[in-house]
């Protein structure tokens, strides 16, 4: 079986890292294929740092669009071009089965099934269309959100299995849009919880080289804007450095800093008591480490609890509970039934006491300890083999 893999996203980003990376050994052992053949869209302009795909069974195709940074332009260019170049990929390889992360993915893989019949299965199906429109970026009668509904919804009729990211969403498809159970699976995103655990080593090199001492450090990895808070974020943050006596947060992100340390700046936040940096993946763990607690900053919306940050996962692997606005993925019903972290209202109205809460939590013994057992329960590798050994069902290599 020819088995072509169709990422979204650059090889480099880190949604492709932890999440296209750990799923790609794990069909090669269920389907036996000669090879797999990953096909990435590369885009201009973006600050991560260069990966190396790990794996020799893998044919890495990467499509770069053309005419990019022309606005709408480019993203009309886009959504004909890339389609038409990955299905000549496809016909090149004899594809036999399409996988594809996330529904933008999806609906490429939906309009190369259309005309040639092949079979094809998301992972990540979520209803991005009611996410961008939850948020106020895209307009529910716009042609965004109108083209990219219409190709979730072909998705959920012509794909041979969908696989969410949280149980409630799989839960909506079956009881709401009618899709047959046997076709939905679940896998949250997830986190190798050995490269993630917590370092008391890489603690203590980056508490000495950021010169944090004794204080208490929140952590944040992610982007801001559209799909995570924007101003909130550094409301939140103000509040943090007014509740704690000694504070300091480290931001990883690929944002540019001078923009952030001037929105800081304009909070009243000491700029010196705040890191910001872009950091490679295989770092991430080291500067979590280094951390007390962490912050998510994915904006809610409705369709929130069918959202599962990739972030949530790390965080815990490193025994980091966070900070969360409540309704966000799965993971809101774990840290109210189990802790985990503090779950924030969607007007911040509780935003002193989540921070109560949080420092409640990191005053206590051994709570990093107990924070990891939530990424060893719901968080796991071993979580994506038994998914997809039902959804393929069949002998391992």
């Not at 072509?4 to 880190?14: A, F, G, L, M, T």
């Not at 000495?208 to 409301?235: H, N």
């Not at 951390?291 to 025994?319: L, N």
Request: with cysteine; proline share 6%.
């Amino acid at each position: 079986m020819n088995v072509v893999y169709i990422c979204y996203w650059s090889v480099n980003d880190p949604l492709t890292i932890s999440s296209v990376m750990p799923t790609l050994p794990v069909l090669y052992n269920r389907l036996n294929p000669d090879r797999v053949t990953l096909i990435t869209v590369e885009r201009h302009g973006t600050r991560y740092p260069p990966f190396r795909i790990p794996y020799e069974f893998v044919d890495h195709v990467p499509i770069t669009p053309r005419f990019q940074g022309l606005g709408p332009l480019s993203k009309v260019y886009e959504m004909t071009s890339v389609p038409r170049q990955v299905a000549k990929v496809c016909e090149s390889v004899g594809a036999e089965l399409l996988y594809a992360r996330c529904s933008h993915a999806g609906t490429i893989a939906a309009k190369i099934h259309r005309r040639t019949k092949v079979p094809f299965v998301v992972e990540s199906f979520e209803p991005h269309s009611d996410y961008m429109a939850g948020t106020g970026t895209w307009s529910r009668r716009g042609l965004k959100y109108r083209y990219a509904k219409k190709y979730e919804r072909l998705q959920m009729r012509d794909a041979q299995h969908l696989i969410t990211v949280t149980n409630g969403y799989r839960d909506h498809l079956r009881d709401i849009e009618g899709v047959p159970e046997e076709r939905l699976s679940v896998i949250p995103c997830t986190t190798d919880l050995v490269k993630g655990r917590f370092d008391a080593a890489a603690r203590r090199e980056i508490r000495d080289r950021l010169d944090l001492g004794s204080a208490v450090t929140g952590v944040y990895a992610g982007k801001f804007g559209d799909l995570y808070y924007d101003d909130e974020a550094f409301r939140i943050l103000a509040d943090g450095f007014q509740f704690f006596d000694d504070f300091r947060v480290l931001l990883l992100t690929p944002d540019d800093p001078d923009q952030l340390y001037s929105r800081l700046l304009r909070q009243g936040i000491d700029q010196s008591r705040v890191f910001v940096g872009l950091v490679t993946t295989d770092e991430v763990p080291a500067y979590l480490s280094a951390a007390d607690f962490a912050y998510s900053f994915v904006r809610p919306t409705p369709a929130g609890p069918f959202q599962c940050p990739i972030k949530h996962g790390e965080y815990w692997a490193a025994g980091l509970p966070f900070m969360t606005p409540a309704r966000i993925s799965d993971d809101h019903e774990v840290i109210r039934d189990s802790g985990g972290g503090a779950l924030l209202a969607h007007d911040l109205s509780n935003l002193r006491e989540c921070h109560e809460e949080i420092g409640g939590i990191i005053s206590q013994e051994g709570y990093r300890a107990r924070v990891q057992q939530l990424a060893q329960k719901f968080k796991g590798r071993d979580l994506i083999d038994e998914a997809l050994e039902s959804v393929f069902r069949g002998p391992t290599r």
